[in-house]
């Protein structure tokens, strides 16, 4: 696996490097129309689609064997007889770029037989680097993390959605937790939570196999777990590639009782 980090970690890197050339220009914004992962405009710009053809071509170029899955991309049945699959999103946290908010990152998955095995996140305007191989431990920067050790919500620091929260999903829950955090991106509330920026993530709706995959190989090796609300691990590289109702994320004791808490 050692050849497959060290190019998706390049080309994460180079990914990042041309997203922050289009950060202050006039780059177009285009909506996508619905989606019930998101309340509102479902954004996608030039820098989203630029940054997806240069790790299509960069990683599929270089290990053509491989499957390949991004939002940025149109789907192909063909990914689902591959035993190794590609899974990005080039820009996860588009909404937060436009905004000129420094909480978008690169996200970078490699799948086999269902299951991640690499997971590569990468926030340019933070220069943080998250890296994870399957059985190699998490790393942010180099450096080995793993997920906090809290485990009571009522003294744990909970990364929400920003939407989620606007939109008025987290009132029921607010007395619950210790402090209630608004991340915009998906990918990197995991990647900070594998890190134990805060204690746990959790998401009420829908998301893609591309928002979370490498995020999910992160944290499993910074010794935490992620599960459905129906208390399910995720799989990858599946026809159906939406994970609902929502899904919690840290160290498996705070996972259980977050996940007994929004379930109740």
């Known amino acids: 696996m050692n050849r497959e980090l060290e190019a998706a970690t390049n080309a994460t890197l180079e990914a990042g490097k ?21 309340s509102g405009s479902n ?6 689609r630029a940054a997806d053809t240069y790790l299509r071509e960069t990683l599929t170029g270089e290990f053509p064997d491989y499957g390949w899955f991004s939002e940025e991309t149109k789907d192909s049945p063909e990914r689902l007889s591959k035993e ?6 080039p820009l996860d946290g588009t909404k937060e770029f436009i905004e000129k908010e420094p909480m978008w990152v690169v996200s970078v998955a490699l799948v086999e037989d269902h299951e991640p095995v690499l997971g590569i996140l990468y926030n340019p305007l933070k220069e943080e680097l998250f890296t994870a191989v399957k059985g190699g431990g998490a790393k942010l920067n180099g450096e ?4 906090s050790s809290m485990t009571d919500p009522s ?15 987290w009132l029921p829950f607010k007395g619950e937790f210790k402090e209630l955090m608004g991340v915009g991106s998906v990918a990197y509330k995991l ?31 910074a010794g935490g777990t992620m599960i459905d609300l129906n208390g399910n691990e995720p799989t990858y590289n599946n026809e159906n590639t939406l994970f609902s109702p929502g899904l919690v994320a840290g160290n498996p004791k705070a996972v259980q009782n977050t996940l007994s808490v929004l379930t109740c």
Not at 43 to 48: I, M, R
């Open 18 to 38: 041309l997203l922050l050339d289009f950060y202050d220009t006039d780059y177009t914004v285009d909506d996508k129309g619905t989606s019930p992962m998101y």
């Open 155 to 169: 003294e744990m620091v909970i990364l929400n959605s920003r939407t989620e929260t606007r939109d008025g999903l």
């Open 144 to 147: 080995a993390v793993t997920c």
């Open 43 to 48: 954004p996608v710009t030039d820098a989203d």
């Open 84 to 89: 190794r699959v590609w899974i990005v999103d």
């Open 191 to 221: 990647g900070l939570t594998a890190a134990a920026r805060a204690d746990v993530f959790a998401t009420l709706r829908p998301k893609n196999e591309w928002d979370v995959c490498a995020g999910h190989c992160i944290l499993n090796e």
